[in-house]
């Protein structure tokens, strides 16, 4: 049938699987908005307060349903209000494509009212881009870059469609020829065999090893893989720590799980790592954040790593065995042909170091019990979002993650000012259920407006602010590494989050202590967006923690 461009780019996203899309309207996408009227009963469309807050939410979409979502902006400022978003959901290996109105094609290089090359102003930060120069092209485009951005290591794809081609028509044609399989989001990829040489090394390694650890990581729960990693914990009585990522792969009660490990990792985590003499690293890139000094770096220990990205293994950390594949390729045959090994003097070791770490949580109104009652309020299937610093932290030692994709939080690029949107999507990819927020009083500051879109679309969202009048992370490193100079970490803002909550429309309340804060949790029910602001000591500090140049002996404690 003979379609317009913007008519083309529904039916795909339609065929794609798509129903809720987020965005802004502008000028140079009128035309597509214009179809988007005329097929809300297809498509559900979520106007949010700004085009970084429409990424940020579409990049949670993706998280939480684990299928490739969409954005459309219009050209311009619309275009460059997406590039934090954009570089979030790279960095966290996200599926999202996003569209992007441009000028008439006639007037591309000329600096037109609202032109800017928004291919090369993201190439750095995109799995792939495109621009659309005739209308013959958009349809098998928009299909390539939903495979794209779905298959192997996931990731974002631009697709910029100047406003000429959005009116030009073209005799469409629907296709079942998607090579990903949108429910699952599962791609062909190449498959680890048993005979391959780096797999038999693997296995002799792993038997031989007396204190193994497996570092599980964002593509354990991207592939839904925690089962496995259990079964393989289980089968050679080996620990697990989590990069943050990691978070929820496998239950926070099962006995080996020793939680996140890296620069603000919990004690035992951490230390096992160190004194592990093989490390099988499952979906992990060995960021920064997670190894600190690279020299000292896991140096008594084997790492095998197994990654569906064959440019992430040695780029970090040089690996001694890599395994490039579908982790559920690979799990399957390891646990097939590994033997049951006991470790029962590794284990014991392992049992000291957890009774080291643990710290009593007492009854002061610090950020650690704030999260314990919060999380006691909540089911294994409540989705926790957060923002970027000490609040992050935080809720990654201390919440109790028991299931996979309950986590949302900006992990590689650490985006100050994601919470709020990812909370909106999270809770549209769920059904419309209750997502719970961290954040502080910095990030909070950050895209506040999208409490408009959480109320003005009934969002039910509860809002817990860590408000310390502080940007608590850097005025901790300021306290340690920087004799007490707060240069301009203390905000000293009067801003009345609660009043400023009401004002928006939703709930807003103010705790101090546990008690008023379970008051407060008890009467929350229903649908809505409540706002809680926790006033906490602007003291506080994440503990453990590594300084970012130092290793395991140089841990904070205290």
């Given at each position: 049938m003979m379609l317009s461009g913007a008519q083309i780019v529904i039916e795909e996203l339609v065929a794609q699987g798509v129903n809720t899309v987020f965005g802004y309207p502008g000028g140079n996408v009128i035309d597509i908005y214009d179809e988007l009227y005329k097929n809300s009963n297809r498509l559900r469309h979520i106007l949010t307060a700004h085009e970084q807050g429409a990424a940020h939410a579409a990049d949670a979409y993706a998280r939480i349903s684990g299928r490739a979502s969409a954005v459309i902006a219009t050209s311009g400022p619309g275009a460059t209000n997406l590039v934090t978003g954009i570089a979030n959901a790279y960095l966290d290996s996200i599926p999202v494509v996003f569209i992007t109105g441009n000028v008439p094609v006639s007037m591309l290089g000329r600096d037109s009212f609202q032109e800017i090359d928004v291919l090369g102003l993201t190439l750095p930060i995109v799995k792939h881009s495109y621009v659309v120069r005739n209308v013959a092209q958009l349809s098998d485009t928009l299909r390539e870059a939903f495979r794209i951005a779905s298959s192997g290591r996931k990731g974002p794809v631009l697709v910029d469609i100047p406003k000429c081609v959005q009116t030009d028509t073209w005799e469409w044609t629907a296709k079942s020829d998607i090579l990903v399989d949108i429910k699952d989001g599962k791609a062909p990829i190449t498959a680890m065999e048993e005979d391959d040489i780096n797999f038999q090394r693997a296995i002799e390694t792993i038997e031989k090893s007396q204190r193994p650890f497996i570092y599980s990581g964002g593509g354990v729960s991207a592939a839904r893989a925690g089962d496995m990693v259990v079964e393989l914990s289980k089968l050679i009585n080996a620990p697990v720590g989590l990069s943050l990522m990691g978070l929820g792969s496998i239950p926070h009660s099962y006995e080996l799980n020793l939680g996140m490990s890296g620069m603000q990792g919990r004690y035992?985590?951490?230390?096992?790592?160190?004194?592990?003499?093989?490390?099988?690293?499952?979906?992990?890139?060995?960021?920064?954040?997670?190894?600190?000094?690279?020299?000292?770096?896991?140096?008594?220990?084997?790492?095998?790593?197994?990654?569906?990205?064959?440019?992430?293994?040695?780029?970090?950390?040089?690996?001694?065995?890599?395994?490039?594949?579908?982790?559920?390729?690979?799990?399957?045959?390891?646990?097939?042909?590994?033997?049951?090994?006991?470790?029962?003097?590794?284990?014991?070791?392992?049992?000291?170091?957890?009774?080291?770490?643990?710290?009593?949580?007492?009854?002061?109104?610090?950020?650690?019990?704030?999260?314990?009652?919060?999380?006691?309020?909540?089911?294994?299937?409540?989705?926790?979002?957060?923002?970027?610093?000490?609040?992050?932290?935080?809720?990654?030692?201390?919440?109790?993650?028991?299931?996979?994709?309950?986590?949302?939080?900006?992990?590689?690029?650490?985006?100050?000012?994601?919470?709020?949107?990812?909370?909106?999507?999270?809770?549209?990819?769920?059904?419309?259920?209750?997502?719970?927020?961290?954040?502080?009083?910095?990030?909070?500051?950050?895209?506040?407006?999208?409490?408009?879109?959480?109320?003005?679309?009934?969002?039910?969202?509860?809002?817990?602010?860590?408000?310390?009048?502080?940007?608590?992370?850097?005025?901790?490193?300021?306290?340690?590494?920087?004799?007490?100079?707060?240069?301009?970490?203390?905000?000293?803002?009067?801003?009345?989050?609660?009043?400023?909550?009401?004002?928006?429309?939703?709930?807003?309340?103010?705790?101090?202590?546990?008690?008023?804060?379970?008051?407060?949790?008890?009467?929350?029910?229903?649908?809505?967006?409540?706002?809680?602001?926790?006033?906490?000591?602007?003291?506080?500090?994440?503990?453990?923690?590594?300084?970012?140049?130092?290793?395991?002996?140089?841990?904070?404690?205290?």
């Open positions: 035992a985590s951490n230390m096992a790592k160190a004194e592990s003499d093989l490390i099988i690293a499952l979906g992990v890139r060995f960021s920064d954040r997670a190894t600190c000094n690279i020299e000292t770096y896991a140096k008594n220990a084997t790492i095998i790593h197994v990654e569906i990205d064959a440019a992430e293994i040695g780029k970090n950390v040089v690996a001694d065995i890599g395994l490039w594949g579908d982790i559920n390729d690979i799990l399957p045959k390891l646990i097939k042909n590994l033997k049951a090994k006991k470790n029962e003097q590794w284990l014991n070791r392992i049992n000291e170091l957890v009774s080291i770490g643990t710290v009593p949580s007492g009854n002061d109104f610090t950020a650690k019990n704030i999260i314990e009652r919060i999380n006691n309020h909540c089911d294994d299937d409540t989705i926790i979002a957060t923002d970027v610093g000490q609040h992050q932290m935080w809720v990654a030692q201390n919440y109790r993650f028991e299931k996979p994709r309950k986590l949302v939080t900006s992990g590689g690029l650490g985006a100050m000012g994601f919470g709020l949107g990812a909370a909106i999507g999270a809770s549209l990819a769920s059904g419309g259920k209750r997502v719970v927020l961290f954040t502080g009083d910095g990030s909070f500051g950050m895209n506040l407006i999208e409490l408009a879109t959480a109320v003005s679309y009934e969002i039910p969202i509860t809002i817990v602010i860590m408000n310390n009048s502080t940007l608590g992370m850097v005025r901790q490193m300021q306290t340690q590494f920087y004799s007490e100079r707060y240069s301009q970490t203390t905000l000293n803002r009067k801003t009345d989050f609660s009043a400023l909550a009401k004002a928006f429309g939703a709930s807003g309340y103010k705790a101090d202590d546990l008690s008023q804060l379970d008051t407060i949790l008890a009467g929350i029910q229903g649908s809505g967006v409540h706002v809680i602001d926790c006033i906490i000591n602007i003291d506080e500090k994440v503990l453990p923690y590594i300084p970012l140049d130092g290793g395991i002996e140089d841990m904070l404690m205290e």
